[in-house]
């Protein structure tokens, strides 16, 4: 048994403790918004906030986060109101949108440790992420909109 | 569906309780108009919209959505047409193989790829918007007693003189007694300057579910009693599992399963954690004796240079205008250099995955899955289970990234699935892990090309050869369309024809060398290399010709002045002709009809051989923009992925077996290697031709040109790595 918060929700799981927080959340939880891309700490598509830090999902097992505070994309905001969720609206950001919860995710971690970064902290910051469809300078636009915006 | 487009209506056709109207619109136009009603009956074609008595417009979209908005911007035609409010149309997902809605760019087949969604679709889903547009318009003038010569559309409406307003919905629910379906091809369309939904910026539909995580792919799927598979597939292409000790995998619990199949084993388990973990507890013996064991990437090409300089036999002719070999030995001056690419992978970040329910008699399956054709997608559930189509029942799901990963003729992630769900019995999830993914790639060929060019002594281009040496991917990912094709390959040669310059002598042919690697469709296609060896070669013969880059490729658009507007529009941006000593680089090149101009700005840091992007700039014109921010998103998106295909990605094979496993060593780029991109559209009175692959082909050619400008080397051999970057400093 692992006991952790998930999006303000204590929940209880008996998954074998080394099993991927990652598979946790997708497949007992049943929250598909974070993704699995590489499992390797190299896309940054299974970004969640462990105590309110960006991590790499697919790196944590279930076991090492007893007592932590997960928060994924469904718990940024219940209907997409997060500043960050109404930028990326405002600047279309997706392509085919699958690195995007992660990427929001990651961006996230950062305005709540630095609300109003420079852009250089900015693309610093989301290099762990990979967007293949190449919307990288959109999600910039859209952190510096989210920034002016909280 | 052709044929049939004047038939009059009778009162038969509509039944009692009408709740809406149904418009049957084949790509060759409408061949019926019905009223739907609780007992519709069935009919031998799907509709391509139906607009509901509430005034709901549902609208077919016959592709696929992979990020490329198609989604969004097809059925925007079709409503554009019919001036429908966009906020009352409902998108409906094509889930057959039904050919009455055939992409007409590939021969009917439902096949997205190749940016043609838009250009192949364009005329018909405008005749049918339109069509169905002059019926509503008949229907009002029938209630108002009025010519319908004086109605007009609203968004949704229909329009009296006297501003009497009848709504679709309305329109809709008085049926359509003694209309006369037009014949598409006599309807007068819109003029551009009147569309209100194309050129304007309608935000996509999948935005708001891509920003919160709701978008469901198929890696997303789950049924009620449904069991994941991980498989362990052969380690070279043609080898097969000979014995399996799958004991330990199947002792432990929560394991459903071991399934062998063709070219693999797959576990099937409750969960997909203990799928993986058994996975690796099997032991496979495979077989040794496949022919791809003697592959090693090096050899290949250097097998592939040999015949690009000695054709084993007469290559295939892909583009010829005059004499080009006879311009070039004739010039007062000519050059030739070679250039070098290696295999790419695809990366899309969604791995392959795909959900099947086959039927409790082995002879039908629901089938979730993301890939570019439901065509073959159909086919594949075909083959697979020996069944006919009308017991195949797609769900094609939105894609992670598809770039050409998710065209195969046979889909072999599918066809896992269906293989593990006729085993067991239940519903079963496949997914490739990313290592499964690299390793069994289908890739970007390798390909050496061969260039020549003559110069006068004025220094004008008088004769180009352009020579291509990469196998047929056509051949392989598609073997009966190859024997239709053959020898002409569009995948493998697409850009070698330089289409947008007139030049006097001109031949790009291809010698079809041996696979030595599964193959596929990549984005940009051929282009992705074509490109990259036109370009920098032009830049070559540019210096040879003491010409600047701009003003020697100018002289060859004189008659293609859209070509021509995008050189001196890039130009102005970049402010080329004061760039001084800056590190720049000019390219022009594109992507069937549609074309780019790029500059880039490079830094070097000449110590670690790293190649940097600093700025750069894009002149594109694809025709028509339906929707000019998704055109600008895919444009600069496109431009990323050149940027990552010039500077990291490159695949290795030896004796068969792929060497990359993950993006560790399998380099995609990144945040922080992406420059300022600058892209301007050419606004142009034009058939639209896609965006889709068009940022791409510019950028490895413009970055090696940059190269040259700030070291005064070549860079011929693409990516352009930091070991090569180094050996051609020192070199
Ligand atoms: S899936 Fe975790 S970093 Fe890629
Ligand atoms: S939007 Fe496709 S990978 Fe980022």
Same mark, same amino acid.
Request: net charge negative; proline share 5%.
């Given at each position: 048994?692992?006991?952790?918060?998930?999006?303000?929700?204590?929940?209880?799981?008996?998954?074998?403790?080394?099993?991927?927080?990652?598979?946790?959340?997708?497949?007992?939880?049943?929250?598909?918004?974070?993704?699995?891309?590489?499992?390797?700490?190299?896309?940054?598509?299974?970004?969640?906030?462990?105590?309110?830090?960006?991590?790499?999902?697919?790196?944590?097992?279930?076991?090492? =986060?007893?007592?932590? !505070?997960?928060?994924?994309?469904?718990?940024?905001?219940?209907? #997409?109101?997060?500043?960050?969720?109404?930028?990326?609206?405002?600047?279309?950001?997706?392509?085919?949108?699958?690195?995007?919860?992660?990427?929001?995710?990651?961006?996230?971690?950062?305005?709540?440790?630095?609300?109003?970064?420079?852009?250089?902290?900015?693309?610093?910051?989301?290099?762990?992420?990979?967007?293949?469809?190449?919307?990288?300078?959109?999600?910039?636009?859209?952190?510096?909109?989210?920034?002016?915006?909280? | 569906?052709? +044929?049939?487009?004047?038939?009059?209506?009778?009162?038969?056709?509509?039944?009692?309780?009408?709740?809406?109207?149904?418009?049957?619109?084949?790509?060759?136009?409408?061949?019926?108009?019905?009223?739907?009603?609780?007992?519709?009956?069935?009919?031998?074609?799907?509709?391509?919209?139906?607009?509901? *008595?509430?005034?709901?417009?549902?609208?077919?979209?016959?592709?696929?959505?992979?990020?490329?908005?198609?989604?969004?911007?097809?059925?925007?035609?079709?409503?554009?047409?019919?001036?429908?409010?966009?906020?009352?149309?409902?998108?409906?997902?094509?889930?057959?193989?039904?050919?009455?809605?055939?992409?007409?760019?590939?021969?009917?087949?439902?096949?997205?790829?190749?940016?043609?969604?838009?250009?192949?679709?364009?005329?018909?889903?405008?005749?049918?918007?339109?069509?169905?547009?002059?019926?509503?318009?008949?229907?009002?003038?029938?209630?108002?007693?009025?010519?319908?010569?004086?109605?007009?559309?609203?968004?949704?409406?229909?329009?009296?003189?006297?501003?009497?307003?009848?709504?679709?919905?309305?329109?809709?629910?008085?049926?359509?007694?003694?209309?006369? =379906?037009?014949?598409?091809?006599?309807?007068?369309?819109?003029?551009?300057?009147?569309?209100?939904?194309?050129?304007?910026?309608?935000?996509?539909?999948?935005?708001?579910?891509?920003?919160?995580?709701?978008?469901?792919?198929?890696?997303?799927?789950?049924?009620?009693?449904?069991?994941?598979?991980?498989?362990?597939?052969?380690?070279?292409?043609?080898?097969?599992?000979?014995?399996?000790?799958?004991?330990?995998?199947?002792?432990?619990?929560?394991?459903?399963?071991?399934?062998?199949?063709?070219?693999?084993?797959?576990?099937?388990?409750?969960?997909?954690?203990?799928?993986?973990?058994?996975?690796?507890?099997?032991?496979?013996?495979?077989?040794?004796?496949?022919?791809?064991?003697?592959?090693?990437?090096?050899?290949?090409?250097?097998?592939?240079?040999?015949?690009? !300089?000695?054709?084993? !036999?007469?290559?295939?002719?892909?583009?010829?205008?005059?004499?080009?070999?006879?311009? =070039?030995?004739?010039?007062?001056?000519?050059?030739?250099?070679?250039?070098?690419?290696?295999?790419?992978?695809?990366?899309?970040?969604?791995?392959?995955?795909?959900?099947?329910?086959?039927?409790?008699?082995?002879?039908?399956?629901?089938?979730?899955? #993301?890939?570019?054709?439901?065509?073959?997608?159909?086919?594949?559930?075909?083959?697979?289970?020996?069944?006919?189509?009308?017991?195949?029942?797609?769900?094609?799901?939105?894609?992670? +990234?598809?770039?050409?990963?998710?065209?195969?003729?046979?889909?072999?992630?599918?066809?896992?699935?269906?293989?593990?769900?006729?085993?067991?019995?239940?519903?079963?999830?496949?997914?490739?892990?990313?290592?499964?993914?690299?390793?069994?790639?289908?890739?970007?060929?390798?390909?050496?090309? %061969?260039? *020549?060019?003559?110069?006068?002594?004025? #220094?004008?281009?008088?004769?180009?050869?352009?020579?291509?040496?990469?196998?047929?991917?056509?051949?392989?990912?598609?073997?009966? %369309?190859?024997?239709?094709?053959?020898?002409?390959?569009?995948?493998?040669?697409?850009?070698?024809?330089?289409?947008?310059?007139?030049?006097?002598?001109?031949?790009?042919?291809?010698?079809?060398?041996?696979?030595?690697?599964?193959?596929?469709?990549?984005?940009?296609?051929?282009?992705?290399?074509? +490109?990259?060896?036109?370009?920098?070669?032009?830049?070559?013969?540019?210096?040879?010709?003491?010409?600047?880059?701009?003003?020697?490729?100018?002289?060859?658009?004189?008659?293609?002045?859209?070509?021509?507007?995008?050189?001196?529009?890039?130009?102005?941006?970049?402010?080329?002709?004061?760039?001084?000593?800056?590190?720049?680089?000019?390219?022009?090149?594109?992507?069937?009809?549609?074309?780019?101009?790029?500059?880039?700005?490079?830094?070097?840091?000449?110590?670690?051989?790293?190649?940097?992007?600093?700025?750069?700039?894009?002149?594109?014109?694809?025709?028509?923009?339906?929707?000019?921010?998704?055109?600008?998103?895919?444009?600069?998106?496109?431009?990323?992925?050149?940027?990552?295909?010039?500077?990291?990605?490159?695949?290795?094979?030896?004796?068969?077996?792929?060497?990359?496993?993950?993006?560790?060593?399998?380099?995609?780029?990144?945040?922080?290697?992406?420059?300022?991109?600058?892209?301007?559209?050419?606004?142009?009175?034009?058939?639209?031709?896609?965006?889709?692959?068009?940022?791409?082909?510019?950028?490895?050619?413009? =970055?090696?040109? *940059?190269?040259?400008?700030?070291?005064? %080397?070549?860079?011929?051999?693409?990516?352009?790595?930091?070991?090569?970057?180094?050996?051609?400093?020192?070199?």
């Amino acid at each position: 048994m692992t006991k952790f918060t998930l999006n303000g929700k204590s929940v209880d799981v008996d998954n074998p403790p080394d099993e991927l927080l990652l598979l946790v959340i997708r497949d007992q939880i049943g929250l598909k918004g974070t993704k699995y891309g590489c499992g390797a700490a190299m896309c940054g598509a299974c970004t969640v906030h462990v105590d309110g830090e960006a991590m790499f999902s697919c790196q944590l097992s279930v076991g090492d =986060i007893e007592g932590a !505070e997960i928060t994924t994309i469904e718990g940024l905001s219940d209907d #997409g109101t997060h500043p960050l969720q109404k930028a990326w609206v405002a600047e279309q950001v997706p392509q085919c949108g699958y690195c995007q919860s992660g990427q929001i995710m990651r961006a996230a971690a950062l305005l709540s440790e630095n609300p109003s970064p420079s852009r250089e902290e900015i693309v610093d910051h989301m290099s762990a992420n990979l967007c293949r469809c190449g919307t990288y300078n959109r999600i910039f636009k859209a952190v510096e909109r989210a920034a002016r915006e909280v | 569906m052709t +044929g049939q487009a004047e038939k009059t209506l009778s009162r038969r056709g509509f039944l009692k309780g009408a709740t809406g109207l149904t418009f049957l619109l084949g790509t060759g136009g409408l061949a019926a108009v019905r009223a739907d009603a609780d007992t519709a009956a069935v009919l031998d074609v799907n509709p391509w919209l139906k607009i509901q *008595a509430d005034g709901q417009i549902s609208i077919v979209f016959p592709s696929t959505e992979m990020g490329q908005s198609s989604y969004s911007t097809l059925p925007q035609i079709l409503a554009e047409e019919l001036d429908a409010d966009w906020d009352d149309v409902v998108i409906e997902q094509l889930n057959a193989d039904d050919r009455t809605f055939g992409n007409p760019s590939f021969g009917g087949i439902l096949y997205t790829a190749g940016s043609t969604g838009v250009e192949g679709y364009f005329d018909p889903m405008r005749k049918a918007g339109a069509q169905a547009r002059d019926v509503l318009l008949q229907i009002a003038a029938r209630e108002l007693g009025v010519d319908k010569g004086t109605l007009v559309t609203e968004p949704s409406a229909v329009v009296a003189q006297d501003g009497t307003r009848l709504s679709y919905g309305e329109l809709a629910r008085m049926g359509t007694e003694g209309i006369v =379906i037009p014949d598409a091809d006599t309807l007068t369309l819109k003029s551009f300057e009147d569309f209100r939904i194309i050129g304007h910026d309608i935000p996509r539909r999948d935005v708001f579910d891509k920003s919160t995580g709701r978008a469901v792919y198929a890696i997303d799927v789950t049924l009620t009693d449904m069991v994941f598979a991980c498989v362990q597939r052969a380690p070279v292409e043609g080898e097969s599992a000979v014995a399996v000790d799958d004991a330990d995998a199947r002792a432990i619990p929560g394991v459903v399963d071991v399934v062998v199949l063709p070219d693999g084993v797959a576990v099937v388990a409750e969960t997909y954690w203990t799928a993986l973990m058994a996975r690796g507890t099997l032991d496979i013996t495979w077989s040794q004796n496949s022919p791809h064991r003697a592959y090693h990437s090096q050899h290949t090409l250097a097998l592939y240079a040999s015949q690009a !300089e000695t054709p084993p !036999e007469a290559p295939a002719v892909w583009a010829e205008k005059g004499d080009a070999p006879r311009a =070039i030995s004739d010039a007062d001056q000519s050059v030739s250099q070679s250039y070098l690419s290696d295999y790419a992978y695809h990366a899309q970040i969604e791995p392959m995955a795909a959900v099947a329910h086959v039927d409790a008699d082995g002879k039908g399956a629901q089938v979730w899955a #993301g890939t570019q054709t439901q065509s073959w997608t159909t086919q594949t559930v075909m083959e697979v289970l020996e069944t006919t189509k009308d017991r195949v029942r797609l769900n094609m799901m939105t894609m992670g +990234g598809g770039f050409g990963r998710r065209t195969a003729f046979v889909q072999d992630y599918v066809r896992d699935a269906l293989l593990c769900s006729k085993a067991v019995g239940r519903p079963v999830k496949v997914i490739w892990t990313r290592e499964d993914d690299v390793k069994n790639g289908v890739f970007r060929p390798m390909a050496v090309q %061969r260039m *020549a060019g003559g110069l006068s002594s004025d #220094g004008k281009l008088t004769g180009f050869h352009h020579r291509v040496a990469t196998p047929t991917v056509i051949g392989f990912f598609n073997l009966s %369309r190859w024997n239709t094709v053959r020898p002409n390959d569009v995948i493998s040669m697409r850009g070698a024809e330089s289409k947008f310059y007139d030049i006097p002598d001109f031949l790009a042919d291809h010698v079809i060398t041996e696979r030595q690697a599964r193959l596929s469709p990549y984005r940009g296609i051929g282009a992705a290399y074509t +490109g990259f060896a036109a370009e920098a070669f032009m830049d070559e013969l540019a210096d040879a010709a003491g010409r600047d880059p701009l003003d020697f490729r100018l002289d060859l658009v004189q008659d293609n002045p859209r070509g021509r507007h995008l050189l001196e529009k890039v130009a102005e941006m970049s402010d080329w002709r004061n760039r001084g000593d800056r590190a720049m680089g000019l390219a022009f090149a594109g992507y069937h009809s549609s074309m780019a101009a790029g500059v880039v700005e490079i830094a070097l840091d000449r110590d670690s051989g790293e190649i940097s992007l600093t700025n750069m700039w894009i002149a594109a014109d694809a025709g028509l923009i339906v929707s000019p921010d998704n055109a600008h998103n895919q444009i600069e998106g496109g431009a990323v992925f050149g940027i990552s295909c010039a500077l990291t990605e490159r695949i290795d094979i030896e004796a068969g077996e792929v060497l990359q496993s993950n993006f560790w060593d399998y380099e995609v780029t990144r945040a922080n290697q992406v420059p300022p991109i600058e892209v301007y559209m050419a606004k142009v009175d034009a058939h639209p031709t896609g965006v889709g692959e068009l940022g791409l082909p510019f950028v490895p050619p413009a =970055i090696a040109n *940059a190269f040259y400008a700030a070291t005064g %080397r070549r860079l011929r051999h693409m990516p352009f790595t930091p070991d090569r970057v180094l050996d051609v400093l020192n070199g």
